[in-house]
Structure formats: C-alpha cells, structure tokens
C-alpha cells in the first residue's frame, strides 16, 4: 500500500478492542502486536501506524495532524471538544457517564462541590440541569473524593458499577452513554480520502454487521 496511515490508540481495554475488530476487519497486524510496550509501532503490511497514547491525548494527537485517525471514547470528545472529524461509532467499550455520591449524603454547600477527570462536561451538566457547583478536576481515584469529604458528589465513567459499589457510593444520575469512536484529522481526509473512506466503510460493516446479529 503506497499510502500508510497513523493511528493515534489509547492503551488498556480500548486498545485491545480496537486492535480484536481492525483484525476481523482485514487488517493483519502481528500477534506480538499485542504484547509490544512499543509507543509507537508499525504494522506495514496493514499500511498503518499506531501511536499509543492515554486516552485524554488521542484526540489532540488527531487534531495536530500527528495522527491520521485515532479511536477515542465518547466521554473524551465530550470532554476534550478537539476539531476532528467524528466518523464512526465502533460500539466497542460501552459504559456511561455518571453522577455519584454518599448514599446518605446531603449538599450543605451552596454550590456543591463536584469531582471529576471531565470537569468541562461536568460543570456542562449542572449547568444544563440549572445548578450552581464548583467543580474539582481529579486525574484519578475519583471515588475517593466523598469519602474523604473533599466533594459531595463525583462524575465519572461506570461499566459495572463494581467501584462505586466497593466504594460505598451509588449512582445519582446518567449523563451519557459511552462507545469507542473513530475520528479523522480533516486534513488528512482530503488527502487520504480513498484510504480513509475504504477502513471506515471495512470497519463499519463489521460492525453493522454485529449489531444484526444481536
């Protein structure tokens, strides 16, 4: 292929999910593939190139131009509001935003306070929802933050409810619901756009074909 793309990929259970549907989508990248802890590897038979990123940089990646496409959660590009180009829905990783607490908590506070690693789509909610919080940007631990009384609630991502559950915390309210998304850089579309267009549209059979199984 005269044409290689560069993929921008957060590692973790994105990335083995993402790397499971581009190999049944045709794509043949090598077993040790999986095992690499390479930030950047090449897969020339596949004529692509992935970059391993955490998960809040895979759409600034895109963005730069650093990276052709990248997969991204929902929960990212609602946090992160880059200028990418949005293509696909891979249904893969799905879990949901959400508001949490004490289950006996009480807001004392005039504008309670809120912690979260997505303080933008946060404070976007309460807003949306007409109340005035304070928002605390956490990197991680979330639930920790009512425990030790430095939120009254948090929002964060849930798939099992596990964590919270271990926590002593329970669930408040749903904000959104959460897949894995395929975006472009918009220039790299008009140069590559054969390219581009033709793994959308293997990646996109694939998984409409999925869904008609279900």
Same mark, same amino acid.
């Given at each position: 292929?005269?044409?290689?793309?560069?993929?921008?990929?957060?590692?973790?259970?994105?990335?083995?999910?993402?790397?499971?549907? =581009?190999?049944?989508?045709?794509?043949?990248?090598? /077993?040790?593939?999986?095992?690499?802890?390479?930030?950047?590897?090449?897969?020339?038979?596949?004529?692509?190139?992935?970059?391993?990123?955490?998960?809040?940089?895979?759409?600034?990646?895109?963005?730069?131009?650093?990276?052709?496409?990248?997969?991204?959660?929902?929960?990212?590009?609602?946090?992160?509001?880059?200028?990418?180009?949005?293509?696909?829905?891979?249904?893969?990783?799905?879990?949901? =935003?959400?508001?949490?607490?004490?289950?006996?908590?009480?807001?004392?506070? *005039?504008?309670?306070?809120?912690?979260?690693?997505? /303080?933008?789509?946060?404070?976007?909610?309460?807003?949306?929802?007409?109340?005035?919080?304070?928002?605390?940007?956490?990197?991680?631990?979330?639930?920790?933050?009512?425990?030790?009384?430095?939120?009254?609630?948090?929002?964060?991502?849930?798939?099992?409810?596990?964590? =919270?559950?271990?926590?002593?915390?329970?669930? =408040?309210?749903?904000?959104?619901?959460?897949?894995?998304?395929?975006?472009?850089? /918009?220039?790299?579309?008009?140069?590559?756009?054969?390219?581009?267009?033709?793994?959308?549209?293997?990646?996109?059979?694939?998984?409409?074909?999925?869904?008609? *199984?279900?």
């Amino acid at each position: 292929m005269s044409t290689v793309l560069t993929m921008a990929m957060p590692k973790g259970r994105i990335f083995e999910e993402a790397v499971d549907l =581009l190999r049944q989508a045709g794509y043949p990248l090598p /077993p040790e593939f999986d095992e690499s802890r390479k930030l950047i590897i090449d897969a020339p038979e596949a004529g692509l190139r992935f970059i391993l990123a955490k998960p809040m940089d895979v759409p600034t990646y895109v963005e730069h131009g650093v990276a052709d496409i990248g997969i991204a959660g929902k929960d990212v590009m609602l946090e992160e509001e880059r200028d990418v180009y949005e293509v696909l829905d891979l249904k893969i990783s799905e879990c949901y =935003l959400a508001v949490a607490g004490l289950p006996n908590g009480h807001d004392q506070r *005039v504008a309670p306070k809120i912690a979260s690693k997505y /303080p933008n789509v946060a404070s976007h909610y309460f807003r949306e929802q007409g109340q005035q919080v304070e928002v605390i940007k956490l990197n991680g631990s979330i639930e920790l933050a009512p425990l030790i009384g430095l939120a009254d609630r948090i929002v964060d991502i849930v798939s099992t409810g596990r964590t =919270l559950k271990e926590n002593g915390l329970v669930e =408040l309210e749903k904000i959104a619901d959460i897949t894995s998304r395929l975006i472009v850089n /918009p220039a790299s579309y008009r140069l590559h756009a054969t390219r581009i267009n033709d793994l959308v549209e293997r990646l996109r059979t694939l998984v409409e074909s999925k869904e008609d *199984v279900q």
